[in-house]
């Protein structure tokens, strides 16, 4: 029998050579007349050990971090096929501490199984949750996604049965499931690696929505920066279709669901819902006026279910355990687990999921084990462009969507991005109104003008607080969606926490 | 990359409307072959998808994807966005313009090489990030940098 041996053939592993380390080990395995089979699954969001190589031994996967090209013959000569003893040897795989004390229910499968077998899928609980949907009432799964009390996990944190029980109630007989998979925070990459690791969980929630809510047609919205989740997930579609987890009449239940995957085009509004939609038909990423609601009057006019990857992904499970289950993790009203992704100046980073209410500072430090440069924390960015930048000093707050308003900030889709002693935050603030200027729809005068007044007035060698102050009022008040009603949150957060780089001239 | 070709041009233009693709998927397919979206697409992007000239046009300015222009044989795109600034992608980027010689959206004379901005590749905790032709690249410095650009610009 041929041994297994696991290398991630997800983006972040080929970018740091996990191609040439396949064939590495594939050619030395043949020199030595060893028979292995090479299975390339997707990361295990250890992306600080990235390449990850695995061995499937009698104890268990044994895991070599950053294995590279060159490590091979010594590999090979210290027996890693069956765990043998080697510097970049991290022992098995689950024992990982790293690994070991986090909470994996979405990413429970995420780097364990080949993301495109559905064999080892469902052999990982994989389509127990559509199974017993397709035995449901419409209003029976809703049920279950209300008391579980989760939330959306795109950025706004909107309870998701609140909006599928819209979709449902709406009449028409058409309606979507749209998959937002346009994932421009920088800091976050928790889509791309389930998308890449475990495609079908996504296939799977989507589908329990469509029977949620009465809707047969779905679309995946995809970032063109992700082109290797592109190719999975092309993939993954024509083998559930192919398997019947997908098409007409599935599993002979009699209900329907088409999926299909769209690509964008470079546009980071386009990840705002409505603009989104816009997109979907062919137009510019425009944002749309609310009311209407896209829950009614969605893509083409119909009612729409729009969820972040991560939020579809979480449904599975829940109808699996059951809502109560569910609403038991975590804290309060921010309930189940949150994909957290440690990034920037980080010395161990990757994806954290853990239940609600974990401190900034277990994430930062125990996990992410500061910076990466070795200087200390000086600030984190939470929640993408449009986060608030904190300072260590509230690092003592809990992930909870409710604590984060109260200090001014948001979850968001939970990219945490570390800043060491090198930053200059008045760079950062600049850049806050550089990238809403770059990216800004053009809709509303005080996102489009305003931004650009913001870079001006961060350039000079004086900052006039009070004028910076007015802009950020404008700004929010006037700006129709939340790219130019938040870029004054990094703004002036940025200001209130770090003072001294305003005083100064700097930059 | 391609050189533009209008017959072929029109030849995928047709295709994606029988595909039944909206414009950008159209536009998508016109980049993915010649590399950029000739102003000679415009008329029969408007004809085959029953859009205004203008329309089109919007669509076209509003991607960043969707180039006008022809790119360089190489494109390098560097990532600009907070986690890799945090780890000196405002360095690496000033770095690698220094040794083009070109900015970004820039191409070089000899049509050899298009630097582009990038914001954020989904490599995040492995900045700075970069793509090379579709390659991704992460924990990039400027060595690393100079010596990928050197088995391109030969
Ligand atoms: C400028 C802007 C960009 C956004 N980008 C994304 C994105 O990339 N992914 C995402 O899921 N939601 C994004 N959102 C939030 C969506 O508008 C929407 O709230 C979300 O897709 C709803 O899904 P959820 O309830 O499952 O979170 C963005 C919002 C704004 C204003
Ligand atoms: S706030 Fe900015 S991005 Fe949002 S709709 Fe207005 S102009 Fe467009
Ligand atoms: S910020 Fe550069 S890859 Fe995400």
Redesign the pocket.
């Given at each position: 029998m041929s041994q297994r041996v696991f290398i991630p053939g997800d983006m972040l592993a080929i970018a740091l050579g996990a191609n040439q380390l396949a064939e590495a080990v594939q050619s030395e395995a043949e020199a030595r007349k060893i028979p292995v089979q090479i299975v390339r699954n997707g990361s295990r969001g250890m992306c600080w050990a990235e390449p990850l190589l695995e061995v499937e031994t009698s104890k268990g996967r044994v895991a070599y971090g950053k294995a590279l090209t060159r490590d091979v013959p010594a590999l090979f000569d210290a027996g890693f096929l069956t765990g043998g003893a080697h510097k970049k040897c991290l022992g098995l795989t689950e024992d990982i501490p790293w690994l070991a004390n986090q909470t994996r229910v979405i990413f429970n499968r995420c780097g364990v199984i080949d993301p495109l077998s559905i064999a080892e899928f469902e052999t990982h609980g994989g389509f127990v949750g559509l199974t017993k949907a397709l035995h449901l009432a419409p209003a029976q799964i809703i049920e279950q996604i209300l008391a579980s009390g989760l939330?959306?996990?795109?950025?706004?944190?909107?309870p998701?049965g609140i909006?599928w029980q819209t979709v449902a109630a709406a009449t028409g007989p058409t309606k979507h499931i749209v998959c937002?998979?346009?994932?421009?925070?920088s800091g976050t990459f928790a889509?791309r690696l389930i998308m890449e690791g475990d495609p079908f969980r996504l296939i799977e929630g989507m589908v329990i929505a469509g029977l949620a809510t009465g809707a047969e047609h779905g679309v995946i919205y995809l970032?063109s920066e992700y082109p290797f989740a592109a190719k999975i997930l092309e993939t993954a579609l024509r083998l559930a279709e192919k398997a019947n987890w997908l098409g007409e009449d599935i599993q002979g239940s009699g209900k329907h669901f088409a999926l299909e995957l769209f690509v964008g085009a470079g546009s980071?509004?386009?990840?705002?819902?409505?603009?989104?939609l816009e997109s979907l038909e062919g137009k510019p990423g425009i944002?749309r006026s609310k009311p209407p609601l896209p829950a009614l009057e969605g893509l083409h006019g119909e009612p729409t279910v729009?969820?972040?990857?991560?939020?579809?992904c979480a449904v599975p499970d829940i109808i699996t355990h059951g809502g109560k289950w569910h609403s038991t993790i975590g804290m309060e009203r921010s309930t189940g687990t949150m994909p957290f992704q440690l990034a920037g100046n980080v010395a161990k980073g990757g994806l954290v999921e853990l239940p609600f209410g974990a401190t900034l500072d277990v994430l930062v430090n125990e996990f992410g084990g500061g910076t990466r440069d070795g200087t200390p924390v000086r600030a984190v960015q939470i929640g993408?462009p449009?986060g608030a930048y904190l300072p260590p000093e509230l690092f003592g707050t809990q992930t909870d969507y409710e604590a984060f308003t109260t200090i001014g900030a948001g979850i968001g889709?939970g990219g945490i991005v570390l800043y060491g002693a090198g930053v200059n935050m008045r760079e950062q603030a600049a850049y806050a109104f550089e990238f809403c200027a770059e990216?800004s729809c053009g809709k509303c005068t005080p996102c489009r003008i305003g931004a650009v007044r913001g870079m001006e007035l961060l350039e000079k060698p004086t900052i006039d607080h009070a004028l910076i102050d007015d802009l950020c009022e404008v700004m929010i008040k006037g700006s129709a969606?939340?790219?130019g009603a938040?870029t004054p949150i990094p703004v002036q957060s940025a200001m209130k926490y770090f003072p001294e780089d305003f005083s100064k001239e700097t930059g | 990359m391609v050189q533009w070709n209008d017959t072929q041009a029109n030849r995928l233009i047709d295709q994606a409307a029988r595909d039944g693709l909206v414009v950008t998927g159209a536009l998508r397919r016109l980049v993915d072959h010649f590399g950029y979206v000739d102003d000679e697409a415009i008329a029969p992007l408007a004809k085959a998808f029953s859009r205004s000239k203008a329309e089109i046009y919007g669509v076209i300015q509003y991607y960043t994807d969707f180039r006008d222009k022809p790119p360089g044989q190489h494109v390098l795109r560097l990532c600009q966005a907070e986690s890799c600034q945090a780890v000196g992608a405002r360095e690496l980027t000033k770095a690698v313009c220094e040794h083009t010689g070109l900015g970004l959206g820039e191409t070089s004379k000899d049509k050899n090489l298009t630097l582009e901005a990038v914001y954020c590749l989904g490599l995040c905790a492995n900045g700075p990030a970069a793509e090379l032709d579709g390659q991704p690249l992460a924990e990039l410095d400027s060595a690393q940098i100079t010596e990928i650009l050197r088995t391109v610009q030969s």
């Open positions: 939330r959306g996990r795109g950025g706004a944190g909107f998701a909006k937002n998979a346009d994932e421009g925070d889509d970032r980071y509004v386009c990840g705002e819902e409505t603009a989104l944002v729009i969820n972040n990857v991560i939020t579809l993408g449009l889709h990216e969606c939340a790219m938040m | -």
